[in-house]
Structure formats: structure tokens, C-alpha cells
T-cell receptor, first 115, second 112 residues
């Protein structure tokens, strides 16, 4: 049974507009959440994270929102750029303190940003 | 460029054989984790090594084993290969347990 779910396999967005990628989780013990970006033939690259004590974290064009009561998080990319086209993975850590070594990943959402 | 390199990049093995995949971490990274990513799936945690000792394991059978060496390299060994072991194998290293993990580019294993 999947503990981290990304229900949209793909998303297409126009350059300059907002991209919103969604993620749901089932385990209320998860304390730390991360987003990774993956280009073909490369390993995942860490993008942004959020601790369960926060509801928002921003880093430049990337913002992650966490709704603990709904067990839902989302990644907003504003403005979207063609270079953002990649597969985005949502991941959760069951370890308090943010260990990134034992992560539970969703299946990923393929984002395409069209010029 | 994450400074984490995996070898080989591609590998084809026959069912029942054994395979060793290698990962070279950044100097000073004392934590390494291995993941299996099947086609269309997210990476799935296999196990983690911290200072050369296993420090957590996912839902994988004992025929998946690992080693971490003092020179910041590590190995993933899989015995008695099955067709379902075909996947991308990723290693991720970090300076310590609770710090950002850097992924290698992966080894694509095909079992025929």
C-alpha cells in the first residue's frame, strides 16, 4: 500500500505560469517532507523540504505548502521555465530530524513546461 | 554534479546470477543509502549504511546485501537475481545521518 501518493502522472504548463504539483500521504507519523527533481539519465536532485512544524517553505521560485490535517503537500513553481521540465518526486521521512537516508517516495509527476 | 558516482551505468545479467553495484561517495560522507527504482515507480529504500554499519533496512529480502568501506565507497550485492530485480539502482550519500542526501546517476540493471 502506497504511503506517499502523487496522483497526477503528468502536468503540462505554459512558460511563465504557475506549476502546482500535489502529493498526499497516509502516515501521520511522517515528520519531514522533501521534493526532488529528476532529469533523464541523472539521479534525483534535492529541491526543497518542509518540516511538519511548518506549513510553508519558500526558496526562490519554489514554495512547498503542507496541510497536516489533510495529509497533503504541494509544490508551487512560479514562474515556470522550460528548464523545469523534469519528473518531480515527493518524499517523506519517517525519522524526526529530517534524515534523508530512509525516504518513502511517490511515483513522480512529469512536468512539461512549454515555451 | 553531485560528486556521487555509480558503476557500471548499465548491466545485463541472467536470472540466478549474482551482481555487485558500486558507489563512490564524496569524501567525508559517512552515510550512504541504496534505492531501487522500478519502471514507472518512485525510488524504494533498500538499506542505509552509517560509518560502515547497516543502519536501517527497507522491505527487501536478505539476498540484497551491502557494504560500506572506509574510503567512502560502497557496494550493493544482489544474489540469485530474479526478473523483477530489473530496475534503476540509486545510491545516495550524505555527510551525516540528518543532512541532505546527494544521489548518483544510477545503475540500470536488466535481468533476462
Amino acid at each position: 500500500d502506497q504511503q506517499v501518493k502523487q496522483n497526477s502522472p503528468s502536468l503540462s504548463v505554459q512558460e511563465g505560469r504557475i506549476s502546482i504539483l500535489n502529493c498526499d500521504y497516509t502516515n501521520s507519523m511522517f515528520d519531514y517532507f522533501l521534493w526532488y527533481k529528476k532529469y533523464p539519465a541523472e539521479g534525483p536532485t534535492f529541491l526543497i523540504s518542509i518540516s511538519s512544524i511548518k506549513d510553508k517553505n519558500e526558496d526562490g521560485r519554489f514554495t512547498v505548502f503542507l496541510n497536516k490535517s489533510a495529509k497533503h503537500l504541494s509544490l508551487h513553481i512560479v514562474p515556470s521555465q522550460p528548464g523545469d521540465s523534469a519528473v518531480y518526486f515527493c518524499a517523506a521521512s519517517p525519522n524526526y530530524g529530517g534524515s534523508q537516508g530512509n525516504l518513502i517516495f511517490g511515483k513522480g509527476t512529469k512536468l512539461s513546461v512549454k515555451p | 554534479e553531485t560528486g556521487v558516482t555509480q558503476s557500471p551505468t548499465h548491466l545485463i545479467k541472467t536470472r540466478g546470477q549474482q551482481v555487485t553495484l558500486r558507489c563512490s561517495s564524496q569524501s567525508g560522507h559517512n552515510t550512504v543509502s541504496w534505492y531501487q527504482q522500478a519502471l514507472g515507480q518512485g525510488p524504494q529504500f533498500i538499506f542505509q549504511y552509517y560509518r560502515e554499519e547497516e543502519n536501517g533496512r527497507g522491505n527487501f529480502p536478505p539476498r540484497f546485501s551491502g557494504l560500506q568501506f572506509p574510503n567512502y565507497s560502497s557496494e550493493l550485492n544482489v544474489n540469485a537475481l530474479e526478473l523483477d530485480d530489473s530496475a534503476l539502482y540509486l545510491c545516495a550519500s550524505s555527510p551525516d545521518i540528518n543532512t541532505e542526501a546527494f544521489f548518483g546517476q544510477g545503475t540500470r540493471l536488466t535481468v533476462v
